[in-house]
């Protein structure tokens, strides 16, 4: 009969050296490890990513995964480098977004700004699209662009001007090509010139599968991820602070919380680590919205000047700390 121990002894370890054993026996050959110069028996499981989007991935959610890992006695867990790097995923090497509509004269009492200089779907749509594939893929290394514009002139369709005719100074129709650091090439179309089309807002496709991503101008909304069996999934939806519907737009119910990346300023100012809406991924976003806009116009590839980190994901209790 085993006694039950009464007494608990902490002691601190070293893994001095450790030896993989892979000596001749009656099956081939071992595969066994060596700590110490003791032979362990190894009793883990194979860890992939925690998660289908790596951003997602918090601190306190791999220490709930490791807990449970000791809590079932094992000893070891064999990493997946593909897994641990990207997610189920692989390594993102390309994708596409878009960002396209008809215009905002037929809503907008004065839409003379979104045709003037400074304006254009690049410039007033694109920084959701671009910061987002910025925190997703990294930062971006070259871009090469065309642009044109279906129209001189439109119509204001609403309010007191309706009727009246704006100049379009800029391009509406943008197609551009950003080469990230990483490796990766996304293929970006934004448009006003647009009335209906079938395009997802963003697809990112890795090695080992790909991800379809809801608008980024929006809170929330459906993402789903496809493997090798090219099927895509919904993934479950997470009980995060930011997806939750508070506010009542003109269409529906949705998330809108807009305000968020000021609160995490202040915070992280306070506390002094880095803000997630920080001044170089900023510029960096401006950067490549810009050069796009140059190499259409100078027919050429622009080469991005700045860069910037991705940031940290905004985890569940990280969020709920903003909102109180």
């Not at 809590?71 to 396209?100: P, Y």
């Not at 839409?111 to 694109?126: C, E, H, Q, T, V």
Request: with cysteine.
């Amino acid at each position: 009969m085993l006694e039950t121990p009464t007494e608990m002894v902490v002691r601190c370890i070293g893994l001095r050296q450790v030896e993989l054993i892979t000596d001749k026996d009656e099956a081939g050959s071992r595969f066994a490890l060596k700590v110490n110069g003791r032979e362990i028996f190894c009793r883990g499981a194979n860890w992939i990513s925690a998660d289908a989007l790596p951003s997602r991935i918090t601190p306190s959610g791999l220490r709930d995964l490791l807990r449970s890992a000791v809590d079932a006695n094992m000893n070891m867990l064999r990493v997946w480098g593909g897994g641990f790097d990207s997610g189920k995923l692989g390594k993102i090497m390309s994708g596409t977004a878009h960002v396209l509509g008809p215009g905002m004269e037929s809503w907008h009492p004065n839409p003379d700004f979104f045709f003037a200089p400074g304006g254009g779907p690049i410039l007033d749509m694109g920084p959701y699209y671009v910061n987002n594939l910025v925190n997703l893929v990294g930062p971006v290394k070259r871009v090469v662009a065309l642009a044109n514009r279906a129209r001189e002139e439109r119509v204001i369709g609403n309010g007191p001007r309706l009727g009246e005719k704006v100049p379009v100074v800029v391009a509406t129709n943008i197609h551009a090509i950003l080469e990230f650091a990483s490796g990766a090439q996304v293929a970006l179309m934004a448009s006003w010139d647009v009335w209906a089309h079938r395009h997802q807002n963003m697809e990112l496709y890795g090695t080992d599968g790909a991800v379809f991503v809801p608008d980024p101008n929006f809170f929330g909304g459906k993402v789903e991820v496809a493997g090798d069996d090219k099927e895509p999934k919904d993934v479950e939806v997470w009980d995060h602070p930011l997806t939750a519907q508070n506010f009542q737009f003109d269409w529906g119910k949705q998330a809108n919380y807009r305000g968020i990346g000021l609160a995490d300023m202040m915070e992280a100012v306070t506390t002094g680590r880095d803000y997630r809406c920080s001044l170089d991924r900023s510029l960096h976003t401006i950067d490549v919205l810009t050069a796009i806009l140059r190499s259409a116009e100078e027919g050429r590839a622009i080469d991005i000047v700045t860069t910037c980190t991705q940031p940290e994901a905004l985890g569940i209790e990280e969020a709920r700390a903003l909102l109180r």
